[in-house]
């Protein structure tokens, strides 16, 4: 009679004559020679699998690379050998072939967005073939959605169009409340012209506190509507008005008329 020790992280089968006699546990067991036999030791802590990037096309035609890693673990050791010739392949398989179909059925906005959604439901997915093998999927995280340098940065341009978008909007509700508010000033102002002329005083005011420029006040024509008119234009206007008047009366005098009239 032979014996063995198993680790506390195994298990070992033991077949008797080819046919399944048992799970060895933890510890010292003796077997049969040429009887019986271990045909295999299967360990049940969980593993590690780092998926090879998978490529594929998202529901809106966009070429992506998907870098995931797996977690697992075997539950039921009888089905994992009598069930599958190799588990671990046969599960890793499972998963690549689950990411891949999952990528044709998202969006990149959702693969970006809702990794952990998208773990869950490739686990999910593939928890219903890999249980009658024995395993148990513990947990699928996609780690990185790569996309070609192109579309990063288009991607990466969208949201800074989105921002300007809702700043023109904001300053053109900005513009149409100033506007609104002006004219109800001006309203004001058109009928209380004391208002007007405080205000106009007021202005004058703030650009004499700034003290940034020299300012000179030239006297100008009163217009009655109490605001001043800028650098005297309205003044020099009719300046010019009065001496146009004085020059097409001198024109027009007795003694002009009799000196072209000698003339001629």
Known sequence: MFFGICNQWDRHVLFTLGKFTKIIEPGLYFHIPFLQGIKRIVDIRIVTYTVPLQKGLTKDNIPVEVDAIVFY???NVKDAVLNVDDYHKA???SVRSAIRDMVGKSTLDELLS???KIGDIVREHTSELVTQWGVLIVTVEIKDVI??????DSIAREP???R????RILLAKSEELAADAIVNASTKYASDPVALQLRSMNMLYEMCMEGKSTM???PTVNTGNGM?????IEGIQSLLVQNKVSESKQEKSPDNLAQESDEN
Request: overall charge neutral; glycine content about 4%; aromatic content about 4%.
């Open 216 to 218: 000179v006040f030239v």
């Open 73 to 75: 673990k075997v539950t």
């Open 228 to 232: 001043p008119s800028i650098i005297g």
């Open 147 to 152: 996309v070609s340098k192109e579309l990063e």
């Open 114 to 116: 809702q990794r952990d």
């Open 160 to 162: 800074a169009a989105e």
């Open 164 to 167: 300007e978008k809702r700043a």
């Open 91 to 93: 599960t890793q398989l």
